[in-house]
């Protein structure tokens, strides 16, 4: 028994139990709940629990914030559940047909994107640091470090369309 299984537990039984799941993710901060009924959810039981942050309802999700402990809660939940990631606990067309046009867009959008998005960050950090550094003549624009960094700034978008292509072969399920 985890640290987490408890609140994995109630997390569950509060979102309507595992017949009301569809599918489960997580990103950085949330589970990311597919439900058949978001009706059926507590909202108020949720928000005062102790590890969750708030309840959110976008892009046809319902979102458990949880924090940076998420990756331990999101492996007691699939326990609590018995499945896997990448398992749905059903067919996954259900959950299209309830989303709409744009919510399937955004949701295409956000799952391409949010795999490589802390690393296009880092990189338009290093560029800017990079700028910041030669507009306060801590180095040139034809030193050996302004180089170096705009090259590791540049690599990331020099390789988008690959990681890009990577990201969406594994959203449509390609390979």
Not at 50 to 66: F, L, R
Not at 148 to 159: E, K, P, Q, R, Y
Request: hydrophobic share 45%; with cysteine; net charge negative.
């Amino acid at each position: 028994m985890g640290k987490y299984t408890n609140l994995a537990k109630d997390i569950v039984t509060n979102v309507g139990g595992k017949e009301n799941i569809i599918s489960l993710k997580h990103c950085i901060t949330r589970l990311r709940f597919k439900l058949k009924d978001e009706s059926i959810a507590n909202d108020d039981i949720l928000n005062n629990m102790d590890c969750v942050v708030t309840v959110m309802k976008a892009g046809g999700q319902y979102q458990v914030v949880i924090g940076n402990h998420i990756t331990q809660v999101f492996d007691e939940v699939n326990q609590v559940l018995g499945i896997t990631e990448t398992t749905d606990s059903n067919s996954s067309e259900e959950a299209e047909e309830k989303q709409g046009v744009f919510n399937a867009f955004i949701d295409v959008i956000s799952g391409i994107f949010q795999p490589i998005l802390v690393a296009l960050s880092a990189a338009g950090v290093i560029k800017g640091f990079n700028i910041l550094f030669v507009s306060v003549h801590w180095y040139s624009q034809t030193s050996g470090t302004y180089n170096v960094l705009n090259a590791i700034g540049d690599s990331m978008f020099t390789f988008l369309p690959i990681l890009l292509g990577l990201t969406a072969a594994k959203k449509f399920n390609l390979n």
